[in-house]
């Protein structure tokens, strides 16, 4: 479990749930994260005992569910959103 620092009191945060979020209700939270894909998304939930304040974060072992593309020119497998194939550097445009 990764340790996390309340960043008014400096304080260690206590995780006190795991929860699936389900996006659309309660995309709020995460609002201006840029991968807010459709689904559920599995989030911790941190309070700090001093002050109060929650904290939301993605489980450190979340499985990455990008969609993958397949290369047109090796092959190979990566994910989506890279401009240019990371292997053979294939130009998307
Ligand atoms: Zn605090
Ligand atoms: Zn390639």
Excluded at 19 to 24: D, H, M, P
Excluded at 33 to 55: R, V, Y
């Amino acid at each position: 479990m990764r340790k996390i620092f309340c960043l008014r009191c400096n304080k260690e945060m206590k995780c006190i749930a795991r929860e699936k979020l389900q996006l659309g209700q309660t995309g709020w939270i995460l609002g201006d994260l840029p991968n807010l894909l459709a689904g559920a998304l599995d989030a911790e939930i941190f309070t700090c005992s001093q002050c109060g304040k929650i904290e939301f974060y993605l489980p450190e072992n979340s499985e990455n569910d990008v969609p993958q593309v397949q290369c047109p020119e090796c092959g190979n497998k990566h994910d989506f959103d890279y401009p240019r194939c990371p292997i053979c550097k294939y130009d998307y445009k």
